[in-house]
DNA sequence: ATCGCCGCTTGACCTGGATCAATGACGGCC
DNA sequence: GGCCGTCATTGATCCAGGTCAAGCGGCGAT
């Protein structure tokens, strides 16, 4: 079974489950509303959000050029944006978990930019877009929480463009894979990896070699334990002052 | 003098100028409002808006760290933006040219993740960004708009990552800054380049000299011709085709 | 007009990471 | 249980682009 990822996330997120008819993961792991909200948005962001999935590995939620009619926030699972390169050559533009939103780069255009595809068996919540423009527009918390969520996709995509080392590279990718699991309750320096090399690789921007051997390196120093997909982050500080400016502040 | 760039463009934007007190290049070049608009936000608009500047070559519009007071576009001039890397290192994510919005990034965390300094002399308007979404709250277009920047910004910052050979990135370059120069009026084939190529290296992850030897390159195939900083694009056909995925589509 | 500075270009060399190739370790399937 | 396809690691080689080091030309200052 290749659902074990998902499955734990589902369990972690749905303990304190979908109080009340809600889902806890859209609503609060989004943090549309962080501190308290008034019930009756919540109505009516439930009435714009459907669930959907479950989304097999492989499987395609949105393809690039499809206009853009939904966003998606991940309950469960793992996806991942793919962008289509010169010469049949693709690119990762960024992992999805838990609590994450999907398809903000499609506003732009008013149509996906890149392919969304399941990394681990995924269930998401789907927002119909006008609906959710109109919500925002009337609650002023949500429309600031949208900003941020574009806001923080920026930060992180020009992180991935500066020219840093490819062990800087993926050091960084490992604290704030931590920090994200970190942020849906699990730990911050043991986990799993959701994703294959091949996968990582493309996504720092290196071949999958060069990932395996940056490992190597990492663990050769004592500060990470890798096996297979299982890590754990031993030196968070010495990782820290690696990842150095690849983080965000 | 260093306003040759910044002069022509003023007089580009401000040949049909100030219409009625507002400012085209703000209202009109930002496309808050594509098609028309309700006089009454115009007014509110022109209220949380305020021009500032001249600021010269080398002045810093805001640092990083600081709070997220207020957000600015260009309205002549060109800005840059830099984020702090590791070492003293720098990395230019991107240039700002007249009606673009500077600043976006800063929403996420509530303070700029980047210094914002003038590449060429540059005159800016401010919005002071509380009364700016509570504008935006009121003005369902506007927020669009607002998201559509946003959005816009992560697509670019994405390309930038992919990994793409020196002359690809060159190529892609030049294109894109003779299509934000057609928007603006000029000419979208031939034009001078705002900045020096140090940054234009730092912002594509090369070093001067590698970006000098790829202007080369390309000169030799005949695909365009380089003298200081004017810049003629020949032959936009092949430029595209090597560009290739770097583009938004 | 001359000087000096600085940004651009050009050449020679070096290196980090890509590429190619081989081997080992699981996990799925019959 | 044995077979096979996929994924991860490891070693050997190659190359795009970085680095170092000169030249060159334009422009501002005197």
Redesign the interface.
């Known amino acids: 079974m290749d659902t074990r990822v998902g499955t734990g996330k589902e369990r972690a997120v749905n303990g304190h489950g979908e109080t009340g008819g809600f889902c806890t993961t859209c609503v609060f792991g989004l943090q549309f509303v962080p501190h308290g909200i008034d019930r009756s948005l919540l109505d009516e962001l439930q009435l714009v959000m459907r669930h959907v999935g479950p989304f097999r590995r492989g499987a395609v939620v949105f393809r690039a050029g499809e206009p853009l009619r939904a966003l998606y926030a991940v309950r469960s699972g793992v996806l991942k944006t793919v ?5 049949g ?1 693709e ?1 990762i ?1 960024g992992f999805h978990l838990p609590g994450e939103m999907v398809g ?6 008013g ?1 996906f ?1 890149c392919d969304a595809v399941a990394v681990d068996t995924a269930y998401l919540c789907r927002f119909e877009f006008r609906s959710l ?2 919500l ?3 609650a ?1 918390a949500m ?2 929480q ?10 992180s ?7 840093h080392s490819a062990d ?1 590279r993926v050091a960084a990718f490992l604290i704030r894979l931590g920090r994200r699991f970190a942020a849906r309750g699990c730990s911050a320096s043991e986990f799993r990896l959701p994703m294959g090399r091949r996968d990582i690789a493309n996504h720092l ?1 290196l071949a999958p070699e060069t990932v395996s051997r940056a490992f190597g390196r990492l663990q050769q120093q004592g500060w990470i334990r890798v096996r297979e997909r299982s890590v754990s982050l031993l030196r968070a500080d010495e990782l820290l002052r690696l990842a ?2 690849l983080l ?2």
Chains 1, 2 share one sequence.
């Open positions: 962008y289509a390169g010169s010469a050559r690119y533009a903000l780069a499609a506003i732009h255009a149509r930019p423009t109109a925002t527009a009337r002023p429309q600031e949208l900003l941020r969520l574009l806001s923080r996709d920026i930060g995509a020009i992180l991935l463009a500066g020219d800087e921007g150095g400016a965000p502040a």
